[in-house]
């Protein structure tokens, strides 16, 4: 018996993508738009105006109940359960080695709900770590045999059910303000904080706007039930079309997203990978008295190479993959590079040897034979005026 | 706006206008589509040498990385300053304004040229 891929699966704006002329990649499992004209016109549209990404190949898993906090506090790296309602958080799933399974965002929608957003490719892997930590925790010491009562803890991976779109730019508020049929009934969006929620209505179907996003710009990300999506769609990109606002792929998105310092399952994170290496150490509330992969955190060598930024001058960008040198040593490799369309110059992300990982160091990059200097540098490499 | 019968193409996307015994070499709109915006072009120098199916230069986009193949064998008589120094000609103009190199081509053709019809299956 031979096994054949799955067919990847198609956003349910697909038709949407098609009538605008997309051109098409495969990412986690799903056919997404890669571009649409021009990536580089596409990412500057977000830097100056306004972008449009349909990203509905994100995972979403409600994860609600009374131990629903505690257990959050107890799957994820970070402290979920002191997150105010209307709140977001940035965190990570670990698995037992302390290695990350996913980076997610998690909205507290309630005082016992929230919204979990993991990435496309390891929505599996995320359900799974939910799982067997349902029935791997322990809520009450006290009671160690005891398992998590079904009626107290509920998760629910509702992916299928929404469409997820990304308005991301300066000019991102303008346009959702003034896009008919988008009624915001919670926060108005001028007093939305980052990494906040608000609730609104879109033709009468629930929509919920988080002013997050995966740009390094302002902007919001909406959720909005599949009957409503393609709608919601036209009516944000008509708004906006005034302002510049163009439909974006998943081209300009990477771009986007390295610019910004922000990383990317399997590149700069994996299971091989722990937090502290990957500069995300905040994340993880080490004090938490157990959550998954605290054990495997103490572990790890001293000498394990951590994430750098790096810059180049000239146009020859160095790509994941690439080999990173300190004199004729190899110290590293590459998981993200391109030629960053707003600053001109090559940028990268890098694995280092630690001793090669100080800001400043001079490094070169192996560019296909050719030895590109590099120095290495904060991250992110581009910060929004705020 | 050029005559896309008149072309010859390769199986590795380049498209070849032959005038006498020079023959002007690009990408084709297919391969530029397939890469993106292209950021940087590395070119063979004025007159160098090419063969046939050797790399002689790469093409990059904010994406990838493509490989220039020589179409075939001769020497480079003339570099495209304009999309060295502008890139994006490739994705703009792929069959105009965004040639790579001219080449005196150096004996016979390669026998495993395509003609329009041939590239479009190949494509389609």
């Known amino acids: 018996m031979t096994d054949t891929p799955a067919p990847p699966r198609t956003s349910p704006l697909n038709d949407r993508h098609e009538a605008l002329g997309a051109s098409f990649t495969d990412f986690g499992g799903w056919n997404m738009p890669v571009r649409y004209t021009s990536d580089l016109a596409e990412h500057h549209a977000v830097r100056q105006s306004a972008g449009l990404f349909d990203i509905s190949h994100m995972a979403e898993i409600v994860v609600d109940g009374p131990a629903a906090a505690a257990f959050l506090d107890y799957v994820l790296a970070g402290r979920i359960s002191a997150m105010k309602v209307g709140k977001a958080k940035y965190s990570l799933v670990l698995a037992e080695n302390g290695g990350i399974v996913d980076d997610v965002i998690v909205y507290r929608t309630g005082e016992q709900d929230f919204l979990v957003i993991a990435n496309a490719g390891n929505r599996d892997a995320v359900n799974e770590a939910f799982a ?5 925790w322990r809520p009450d010491a006290s009671t160690s045999s005891a398992v998590v009562d079904p009626a107290a803890l509920r998760v629910d991976d509702v992916t299928d059910d929404y469409a997820l779109i990304a308005l991301q730019g300066p000019e991102a508020c303008g346009i959702l303000s003034s896009t008919p049929g988008v009624e915001i009934t919670g926060t108005a969006l001028d007093a939305l904080g980052y990494y906040a929620w608000t609730d609104g209505t879109f033709d009468g179907a629930p929509l919920f706007v988080a002013r997050t996003g995966y740009t390094g710009e302002d902007g919001y990300e909406l959720l909005i039930p599949l009957a409503q999506a393609a709608a919601l769609w036209d009516a944000v990109l008509a708004a906006g ?46 004090d938490k008295e157990a959550f998954v992969g605290k054990g495997g955190l103490s572990s790890v060598p001293a000498d394990a190479p951590v994430l750098v930024g790096l810059v180049s001058e000239g146009r020859r960008a160095g790509r994941a993959g690439y080999s990173v040198l300190h004199g004729d040593d190899t110290v590293g490799e590459i998981t993200s590079g391109a030629l960053s369309p707003t600053l001109g110059h090559p940028v990268a992300m890098a694995f280092v040897a630690p001793a090669a990982s100080a800001l400043g160091t001079e490094l070169t990059i192996d560019v296909r034979g050719t030895r590109i200097p590099a120095t290495v540098t904060a991250l992110p490499f581009y910060r929004r005026n705020a | 706006m050029t005559d896309l019968t008149s072309l010859r193409y390769t199986s590795e996307h380049e498209w070849i206008a032959l005038d006498g015994d020079i023959a002007t070499v690009g990408i084709t709109d297919f391969a530029a589509d397939k890469l993106g915006d292209v950021v940087f072009v590395e070119l063979p120098g004025a007159d160098s040498a090419v063969s046939a199916g050797d790399v002689c230069g790469e093409i990059e986009s904010t994406k990838s990385v493509g490989e220039l193949y020589a179409p075939l064998s001769g020497t480079v008589v003339e570099v495209n300053d304009a999309v060295v120094d502008d890139p994006s000609l490739v994705n703009a103009e792929p069959f105009a304004g965004g040639w790579l190199i001219k080449i005196r081509v150096d004996g ?16 389609a």
């Open chain 1, 132 to 136: 067997a930590a349902r029935d791997a």
């Open chain 1, 241 to 286: 079309k005034p302002d510049g606002l163009v439909p974006c792929g998943l081209a300009a998105r990477d771009t986007l997203r390295l610019e910004a310092g922000m990383p990317l399952y399997g590149h700069e994170l994996s299971r091989d990978i722990v937090p502290a290496q990957a500069g995300l150490g905040r994340a993880v509330a080490v």
């Open chain 2, 108 to 123: 016979d053709l390669p026998g495993d040229l395509l003609d329009r019809a041939a590239y479009e299956d190949l494509t």
